[in-house]
């Protein structure tokens, strides 16, 4: 019997999508489908992907209905995970998971009205935790160090926006990265996804003393062929809104104003490196024997406006 050995791969990248017109409250049923091609000789596979959860004044999951059952569902930080476990690889596996979904506006624009009229109430957070240096988040660096210094503004809102556009100055939009560059060789490279303009925008705030936090999720309108719907954005801590989402690529494509985002992101986590996951991001598949290939897409059957309890 010849020793096993298991390969790791993951699901990475993110792509720009078209927008479509939001309303303040969406409720949205889509079915998000798998396909995972075994090899001729893949013995075993195990694959874990992040499932949606309701996260106050952002999103309420109604509804979660899967074609197969995962073999367990884990809870870890906030984050919920489907993990399968197969070792008849006959054939390939096909997976649905049909959601549906509120996704709730909560960007700069509509918080401050909520403050305004005394209806929001807001998180406190551990600082350090979102200052901190992580992988892919190079905050010490040299360079990126001298990149915040170079960004003026005597409010954090000022700072921010002065971010966004350092940021839009210095990052071209690549296309899919198969391998995230991280913010420090973003900053070198200057182009990048989703992934390094997030990275680059977060690195650079935290360098500055302001708490952000990349965002990774879907993005739930329609895509063109060779698009996906997966998505990384950011969130920025103010002191008197709590955590307000920016999205670092869209300003920079003029898709979507700084301050303004509409309700079409289903949040996943908030988690840059996922020890779950093995900081990989949104999905993990281990396998031994032969790779396997994996084909993923998504349906919208209905969307509609629905009134603010």
């Known amino acids: 019997m010849r020793p096993a050995i298991w390969f790791t791969i993951a699901i990475i990248g993110m792509l720009f999508v078209a927008s479509v017109q939001a309303e303040e409250r969406r409720r949205v049923t889509f079915t998000l489908w798998y396909r995972l091609i075994p090899g001729r000789g893949t013995e075993a596979l195990t694959w874990t992907n992040l499932v949606p959860t309701s996260i106050e004044g952002r999103q309420v999951i109604h509804d979660l209905e899967y074609s197969r059952e995962p073999t367990r569902l884990l809870r870890r930080n906030g984050n919920t995970y489907a993990v399968y476990e197969f070792e008849d690889l006959s054939r390939p596996i096909d997976i649905q998971i049909r959601i549906t979904a509120d996704l709730i506006r909560r960007d700069y624009s509509s918080l401050r009205t909520a403050k305004r009229e005394e209806r929001l109430e807001v998180e406190s957070i551990h600082e350090r935790t979102w200052l901190r240096a992580e992988n892919h988040l190079e905050v010490r660096a040299d360079e990126i160090r001298e990149a915040a210094e170079s960004i003026e503004g005597e409010t954090r809102e000022e700072r921010v ?4 556009e350092f940021v839009s100055d210095r990052l071209r939009y690549s296309g899919y990265q198969p391998d995230p560059l991280g ?7 200057g182009e990048g996804d989703c992934s390094e303009f997030s990275d680059l925008f977060v690195t650079l705030c ?8 990349t965002s990774s999720g879907l993005l739930i309108v329609p895509s063109q062929p060779d698009d996906t719907t997966r998505h990384r954005w950011v969130e920025v801590y103010f002191d008197e809104l709590g955590w307000v989402p ?13 301050w303004q985002l509409p309700n079409e992101y289903l949040y996943l986590s908030n988690l840059r490196n996922d020890p779950v996951l093995d900081n990989f991001e949104a999905a993990l598949f281990r396998y031994r024997g032969d790779p396997i290939e994996f084909e993923t897409g998504m349906e919208i059957h209905s969307d509609r406006r629905v009134e603010v309890p």
């Open 161 to 164: 926006r002065n971010t966004a």
């Open 206 to 213: 935290r360098a500055q003393g302001i708490p952000a936090r």
């Open 246 to 258: 920016v999205d670092p690529l869209r300003h920079s494509r003029r898709g979507r104003t700084l």
């Open 183 to 189: 913010a420090l060789r973003a900053l070198q490279f």
